[in-house]
């Protein structure tokens, strides 16, 4: 079993930055994939980006490209998505996920996830 704590959501206005933290405990692998989606009232979860916690090699959806980092601590067991020049259109939960043993890049799929997070709202403002 594997447990996922998402945290850093927030209230902001556009431009301005969050960081959000997934505090991972049970069984994780070096060849977990950590991944990090969101979901839009009435629209379907979306993938963000991921990290594998042992190699670190790391994927980004096109829209967050270049604005949005993710990183892990695996000390901490702690991944961590850095957003910055934030838009109204990022306004969704954000929900960490893990997928156990990756099958190709199936960690950018809802069904290649085996474990998710509660989610944490992030509202952006105009």
């Known amino acids: 079993q594997v447990q996922l704590v998402e945290s850093g959501g927030g209230l902001v206005l556009a431009g301005a930055s969050l960081r959000l933290s997934c505090a991972a405990s049970?069984?994780?692998?070096?060849?977990?994939?950590m991944a990090w989606f969101r979901q839009a009232p009435g629209k379907d979860r979306e993938f963000v980006a991921a990290i594998i916690r042992g190699s670190g090699n790391i994927d980004y959806a096109d829209s967050v490209k270049g604005r949005f980092t993710i990183s892990r601590d695996n000390a901490k067991n702690t991944v961590y998505l850095q957003m910055n020049s934030l838009k109204p259109e990022d306004t969704a939960v954000y929900y960490c996920g893990a997928d156990l043993f990756p099958n190709g890049n199936g960690w950018r799929t809802v069904r290649g996830i085996d474990y998710w997070g509660q989610g944490t709202q992030v509202t952006v403002s105009s």
């Open positions: 049970g069984r994780i692998f070096s060849s977990t994939a």
